[in-house]
């Protein structure tokens, strides 16, 4: 900005001396007028794109407004304080926090474009082929990029924020963050020449409706959605696996079922566990927003057995998830839950069984006894079947030892119990 005074001041000094006074002084007011208007709306375009960037920020990580103001200026120029809610985790701590913090949006008009100028339009595109944020150049129908070609991210923590200044008659630009001073700054040239009419409000409009707010972009009428309320929503996993809509358990079987909330007031939602009267529940809260819930089969299975959890809000809003059960099967076609084995061992022993679920077999020993029994499954032409060898006993006191089978989604269950008995060698 102060080369454009420098020149005006020696225009100013050259008229003078020519006797064209009154000229001078009207082209001179024009000038330093159109100056103070590119100042102006250079300064409102910085804080515009820091909007721009926080807004875009917002809507990448599920943040949801909490409240808004309307207000107007000294000039009578309006817009909007939005004040955030952002729920994150910490993938590292696996620690849910909560931040809040407010933006003012100012929602205005496009400037005039200046006799022969060519404004530099800024913008933030979403790219669908990754689903991320860039920042655009809509004059030039292009990405900005890098010395090296790289665009320029809007959201995520390697997100920038560009700043504008106006150098020479020309718009320059700069990637480099608020604590690197202007000086400093690494400033690229745009073919875009400035003039003090030119430069366009970041957001022409703003809607305010129940559930969101829609913003609208000067640059290119692309509406951004920010959500005022998200819907309390509950995901359920169950042995690691999210559950959809049915579960398999067995007659007197208890299945914990892990939730997590998720959505507006998710820390102060109630959440309660029926059934249809057969099944019973049981919650257990280990913070605000998760838990878990044991589910317990009675020892008859009941055909079209459900149960159902029920989230509360406190605004009057409730999600319900049903859950029905496929009662567990497994089934011996061939083979013995007791077997007797000679000293002398025996490998191959084969438990033929039909089942619809995924299982594990485990056999423990007492300490300072080395296992004898080595257990694996196998699955030919469909017929899944348990196999165990048996070393052979060099005592001659007998032994036994008990395979316990358990689905893999519920290790805590046992499914089937088979006893091997070993005699002792004579």
């Known amino acids: 900005m102060k080369r454009y005074i420098i020149v005006a001041g020696i ?49 990448a990580s599920n943040g949801y407004i909490v409240e808004v103001k309307e207000f107007k200026n000294e000039d009578e120029k309006g817009g909007y304080t939005l004040a955030f809610r952002t729920v994150r985790l910490d993938e590292n701590s696996g620690i849910i926090s909560e931040d809040t913090y407010s933006i003012d949006l100012y929602s205005g008009v496009d400037g005039k474009d200046g006799k022969d100028a060519e404004p530099f339009v800024v913008s933030a595109r979403k790219d669908t082929t990754d689903n991320r944020w860039y920042w655009y150049d809509v004059q030039g129908e292009e990405w900005m990029v890098s010395e090296e070609g790289e665009r320029f991210l ?81 995901k359920l996993t169950a042995g690691g696996s999210e559950l959809k809509d049915s579960l398999t358990i067995a007659p007197g079987e208890t299945i914990p079922i892990s939730y997590t909330l998720s959505g507006t007031g ?5 959440l309660v566990a029926g059934t249809d009267g ?66 002398e061992g025996e490998n191959g022993v084969s438990l033929t069984f039909e089942t619809n679920s995924s299982l594990d077999a485990r056999c423990t020993f007492p300490a300072g006894v080395e296992p004898w029994i080595s257990i694996g499954f196998k699955t030919v032409n469909e017929v899944s079947s348990l196999t165990y060898d048996v070393k052979a006993n060099t005592s001659a006191n007998p032994r036994s030892a008990t395979i316990i089978v358990t689905p893999k989604d519920n290790p805590g269950f046992e499914i089937a119990r088979i006893t091997v008995n070993q005699a002792g060698k004579v």
């Not at 103070?36 to 909007?51: A, P």
């Not at 998710?266 to 109630?270: G, S, W, Y």
């Open 278 to 343: 057969r099944f019973k529940t049981s919650i257990t809260r280990d913070s605000a927003t998760e838990g878990t819930v044991d589910v317990t089969c009675p020892a008859a299975f009941p055909d079209g057995g459900y149960i159902y959890i029920t989230i509360n809000d406190g605004n009057g809003r409730s999600t319900v998830k049903v859950i029905h059960f496929v009662q567990r099967v497994f089934t011996i076609l061939y083979g013995e839950t007791e077997h007797s084995v000679a000293a």
């Open 154 to 234: 809007v959201d995520g923590k390697d997100g920038k924020t560009p700043h504008l200044k106006v150098e020479n008659g020309y718009w320059l630009y700069s990637m480099d963050g608020d604590d690197v001073p202007d000086a400093e700054k690494e400033w690229h040239e745009t073919q875009w020449k400035a003039k003090g009419e030119d430069a366009k409000e970041i957001f022409s409009g703003a809607k305010v409706l129940d559930d969101r707010i829609e913003l609208t972009l000067a640059s290119d009428s692309t509406v951004l959605t920010l959500l005022r309320y998200l819907p309390v929503d509950v």
């Open 11 to 59: 225009m100013a000094a050259a008229l003078m001396a020519s006797g064209c006074g009154d000229l001078v002084r009207d082209e001179l007011i024009t000038m330093q007028n159109e100056i103070d208007l590119l100042y102006t709306q250079v300064d409102q375009m910085n804080k515009g794109l820091s909007t721009l960037h926080g807004i875009v920020n917002e809507m």
């Open 266 to 270: 998710a820390a102060d939602a109630i």
